[in-house]
């Protein structure tokens, strides 16, 4: 494992860390014995950064964390996010009261008395716009109930207004072969703005790891089904908003750049930590192979710049029309 500064914090984290919402089981079936061993895989594996949220799982994801790190010494920072309980999801949802609620119930979930950093779980826009916001987070940090704060959003121009704020530690967003524009338009001011980036949705769930076909079928109750044309929540969280034949289509192009002993998924996350902006990728593993395949990404060599070109030609071709001004 390689492990890179997390924006102002202070923090060395694990350029592969762990997305907690697969384990969550809000979508798709995941038993607790592989929740849990999945947790310990990605520890033993060098991985000391969590991502999760109150409502994965409505809970369960948080709950798994604080059991795992009972039976832990090593230094792991969970971070989780806050606003989606919010029914309906509305700006003015995002409140003192609110807010509080939730920190205070992800408190107890982790069983901590800080939470390391809490992210504005995807917001309506017009929240970036609204300083007393942020004012409410500093707030909580000065109580010592949050020791930071970032924020989570959907497109670039979000993390560019986030950023604004002095106190916002970290921009997570969606940013993988198929989702390309947050390097074109954000990580130069990231850099700047000395923020964390971590990128969800690396593997455009499960599409770049290669082993999907025309023929696979996913669960009712998994959003790879049920939210295959944003019918739950914004389109751009299920395959990074691609149609999901024309990403097979890539796919099957980006075979041919995959060296042999490497997995497309483990090729996909290199992928991402050729960006120097990035601090850490989180993917969503849902037992211990995958883990500790993701694990290993931080390991291989970098890619070479006939490489890189060809997978931004292969972008450039099939993708960039779906996705590129879009998010
Ligand atoms: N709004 C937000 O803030 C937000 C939204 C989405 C995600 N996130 C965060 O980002 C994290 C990652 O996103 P994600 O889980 O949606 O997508 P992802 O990481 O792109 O894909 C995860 C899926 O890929 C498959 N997979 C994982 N590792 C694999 C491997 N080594 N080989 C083959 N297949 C593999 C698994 O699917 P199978 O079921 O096919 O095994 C898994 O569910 C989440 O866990 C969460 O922490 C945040």
């Keep these: 494992m390689q492990y890179r500064n997390f924006g102002r914090t202070g923090w060395k984290v694990s350029e592969i860390s762990f997305g907690a919402w697969g384990i969550g089981g809000s979508w798709g079936h995941v038993s607790e014995e592989d929740a849990l061993a999945a947790l310990h895989a990605a520890i033993d594996n060098g991985v000391n950064f969590i991502d999760t949220a109150d409502v994965y799982g409505d809970g369960r994801s948080e709950r798994f964390i604080a059991q795992v790190l009972k039976e832990r010494s090593e230094q792991v920072y969970v971070v989780t996010k806050a ?17 509080t609620a939730f920190v205070e119930r992800s408190l107890k979930n982790l069983e901590v008395e800080t939470l390391d ?5 995807c917001p ?11 004012g409410i987070l500093d707030d909580l940090a000065q109580a010592g109930k949050i020791k930071y704060y970032g924020v989570s959003v959907e497109k670039a121009e979000e993390a560019i207004k986030a950023t604004e ?15 390309q524009r947050p390097a074109e338009l954000f990580f130069d001011l990231a850099k700047q703005r000395q923020v964390g980036i971590l990128t969800r949705v690396p593997l455009a769930s499960g599409l770049l790891s290669g082993k999907m076909t025309r023929q696979t079928t996913f669960p009712k109750d998994d959003h790879r089904n049920f939210n295959r044309y944003g019918q739950s929540f914004d ?4 395959f990074a908003g691609v149609d999901y034949d024309t990403g097979l289509d890539a796919v099957e192009e980006l075979r041919a750049l995959v060296p042999t002993g490497v997995t497309m998924a483990q090729f996909a996350l290199r992928w991402i930590l050729m960006f120097d902006a990035v601090s850490c990728a989180i993917p969503g593993a849902k037992n211990p192979a995958q883990a500790i395949a993701n694990a290993q990404a931080a390991d291989l060599p970098p890619l070479s ?23």
């Design 165 to 179: 704020y002095p106190n916002v530690q970290s921009v997570q967003i969606i940013f993988n072969i198929f989702r």
């Design 117 to 121: 950093l809490v992210q504005l779980h």
């Design 124 to 134: 309506p826009t017009e929240v970036y716009y609204r300083p007393e916001v942020f």
């Design 235 to 238: 389109v751009g969280e299920t």
């Design 305 to 327: 710049d006939e490489v890189m070109a060809k997978v931004k030609a292969i972008y450039d071709d099939k993708i960039r029309g779906l996705v590129h001004h879009r998010w």
């Design 83 to 99: 606003g989606r309980r919010l029914d309906p999801h509305v700006a003015e949802g995002y409140n003192r009261k609110n807010l």
